[in-house]
């Protein structure tokens, strides 16, 4: 019995669940000008996969790395949910003129 695709896809689910937060957080304390960061860590563990010879830890790497790039997109939508008064807006940051 080959258990690789059930772990792969558990690990997705729970990726996807961790990086949830993940995005919140970053956007409260640092905004969405943090997407950089995403952008090199996603790239890098992208790239680190190729090296990785067990194809399931390739696979879980790369899920963590395209997982990091998508929660860019991630970081623009939740500065929209937190306008929208979605989620709280950190207190300690200047609000820029687009916000009320």
Known sequence: MNFNG???????????????????KAEYYFSKKCWPVFLVVGLALMAVSLWIADTTASILVS??????????????EQEKRVKKGWFPANPKRKRSHSQP
């Open 63 to 76: 899920i963590v790395g395209i997982s990091c790039l998508w929660s860019i997109k991630e970081l623009f």
């Open 6 to 24: 059930i772990l792969v896809g558990a690990a997705t689910f729970l990726l996807i669940g961790l990086f949830h937060p993940i995005v919140i």
